[in-house]
């Protein structure tokens, strides 16, 4: 079975530091897809970055990089230069084989500081 | 990007009565679509994926008379909670998916906090 990994309910950072968000994964399948969400306050899913099991580089997107150690099973978000807009739920997720459902972890709650 | 509207975004009502959410894809043909269930501070937890013109698929643990899907086109999915009881309080939230290679990316609502009175 698939599972998705956060232990780490709350994290906090300064505001322009970079902070890191961890996530671990269990799957026997050689083909998957990670993905990173942020869930402000009002509830909406904000898609940030996917990296792919096969993607031979690590995802980036602006601020936002994915730490990709497929040998570990960990796909740790690293967010830098930290705003306090960033403050808010951050969800790891892992499609499955089919690439249809998508296994969320419990989710990290990220507070920046001014 | 593509954008999922989901609509009520909050709902207040009376138990015993249904409520019917919906979830549309604006520009672009979701023939899947899932629902999501949420409760404060949880995670996401997945109660069933909506395919258009046939039955959905529902997880484990949810009940298929009480959450009734429905996909009638390939942009229009809805959720209809019947007799709704103070426990179906929730935040609910639905998603569809983009196949585009191998990345699928999904898109979600702004979802719809029920509330059972």
């Known amino acids: 079975a698939q599972k998705i990994t956060q232990t780490q309910p709350g994290m906090f950072v300064q505001e322009k530091e970079a902070v890191t968000l961890d996530c671990t994964y269990d799957?026997?399948?050689?083909?998957?897809?990670l993905f990173w969400y942020k869930q402000p306050s009002s509830g909406e899913m904000i898609f940030l970055i996917y990296q792919g099991s096969y993607d031979q580089q690590n995802a980036t997107e602006g601020r936002y990089s994915l730490n990709f150690q497929k040998a570990r099973k960990s796909a740790n978000l690293v967010i830098s230069a930290s705003q306090l807009g960033d403050s808010a739920m951050y969800f790891c997720?892992?499609?499955?084989?089919?690439?249809?459902?998508?296994?969320f972890g419990a989710g990290t709650r990220l507070f920046v500081k001014a | 990007g593509a954008v999922v509207s989901q609509h009520p975004s909050r709902v207040i009502c009376k138990s015993g009565t249904s409520v019917k959410i919906e979830c549309r894809s604006l520009d672009f043909q979701a023939t899947t679509m899932f629902w999501y269930r949420q409760f404060p501070k949880q995670s996401l937890m997945l109660m069933a994926t909506?395919?258009?013109?046939?039955?959905?698929?529902?997880e484990q643990g949810v009940e298929k008379d009480k959450f009734l899907i429905n996909h009638a086109s390939l942009t229009l999915s809805t959720l209809t909670v019947t007799s709704a009881h103070p426990e179906d309080s929730s935040f609910y939230i639905c998603?569809?998916?983009?196949?585009?290679?191998?990345?699928?990316?999904?898109?979600f609502g702004q979802g719809t906090r029920l509330t059972v009175v």
């Open positions: 799957t026997s399948d050689p083909s998957y897809g």
């Open positions: 998603s569809a998916r983009i196949i585009q290679g191998a990345n699928t990316e999904a898109f």
């Open positions: 909506s395919n258009e013109g046939s039955k959905a698929t529902y």
């Open positions: 997720a892992m499609k499955d084989t089919g690439g249809f459902k998508t296994i």
